[in-house]
């Protein structure tokens, strides 16, 4: 177990809490409860266009129901923007990013079009088709209206950091103990750092949060498990400190499909609305009241 252990959970408001976020939570609060640690609530509402207040409210409510008690006052990531914008600006200045004009469906037809495209745990890569532009090249699309992503150039981020990198994972180890894993984020290739829409990024957000909140464990869910190579790459090249990681289960619907914002039936409120308990939902879920 880590010593002074602060950990943190970080719903998005996009939807009702649901049996697998909410295991999410008490598992990362599990881990602190007992030994004295502190659980902070970070509300990741960046993408306003997704993100309702009423959804924020209702997790609050459900987490506070289900006896969780966590740091205030509660963080939002839309309070935090600049902090954002200047983490982006750092990577540009290290020469580690590029804009991208290519949309999903260009993507992915010129994926149909090779017989090799490259794959990942989250689908296809992207080629790098915009990798090699020249700055005239840009500054012409730019001029057309044409407005980019940013992406990580992987290879360069890679040459900068010039070795191998590693993470701490509790339960991965020889029996049940932390162990050292490899970071491989080629599994996730040239990622987008800043979207069109909303100048951020689930990965560039994620590393600036942890380490603003001085976060040192990370308990979430395992299909998290191969983003966390490349987020210990940005904190590398960042110079930011690295968590201990624990990637739990998840938890699956009946028919073994994993559980989404959009299963009502399984949402904290329509249960609790059903007449079930807190301590029922807790023992369901494998955790003491």
């Not at 201990?244 to 009946?254: F, P, W």
Request: with cysteine; proline share 5%; aromatic share 6%.
């Amino acid at each position: 177990m880590i010593v002074n252990a602060r950990t943190r959970f970080a719903p998005s408001p996009t939807g009702l809490l649901h049996l697998g976020t909410a295991f999410s939570a008490l598992y990362a609060y599990d881990k602190v409860a007992d030994v004295g640690g502190q659980f902070v609530l970070r509300i990741e509402d960046i993408d306003s266009g997704r993100c309702k207040p009423e959804y924020e409210e209702a997790i609050l409510q459900d987490l506070d129901w289900l006896g969780l008690q966590w740091e205030e006052p509660v963080v939002r990531q839309s309070e935090h923007r600049e902090t954002y914008r200047e983490t982006l600006r750092i990577l540009e200045t290290l020469g580690v990013t590029y804009p991208c004009f290519c949309t999903r469906k260009e993507i992915q037809e010129e994926a149909a079009r090779s017989l090799h495209a490259p794959h990942g745990p989250e689908g296809i890569l992207y080629p790098g088709t915009c990798r090699s532009l020249s700055p005239e090249q840009i500054e012409q699309r730019l001029a057309t209206g044409d407005r980019p992503v940013v992406r990580l150039d992987l290879a360069r981020a890679r040459t900068l950091i010039g070795g191998e990198i590693y993470f701490e994972e509790i339960g991965r180890g020889p029996e049940g103990k932390t162990g050292t894993i490899l970071c491989a984020p080629e599994l996730l290739g040239d990622i987008v750092l800043a979207r069109k829409d909303i100048g951020v990024s689930y990965h560039l957000c994620v590393v600036a949060d942890d380490a603003r909140q001085q976060i040192n464990l990370v308990a979430r869910g395992e299909d998290l498990f191969h983003a966390t190579s490349i987020q210990r790459l940005l904190q590398e090249l960042l110079g930011l400190p690295a968590p201990t990681y624990d990637h739990h289960k998840l938890i699956l619907a009946a028919n073994g499909r994993r559980l989404s914002k959009r299963d009502e039936d399984q949402s904290i409120r329509s249960l609790r609305e059903a007449g079930h308990s807190a301590r029922d939902i807790r023992q369901q879920l494998g955790f003491h009241w």
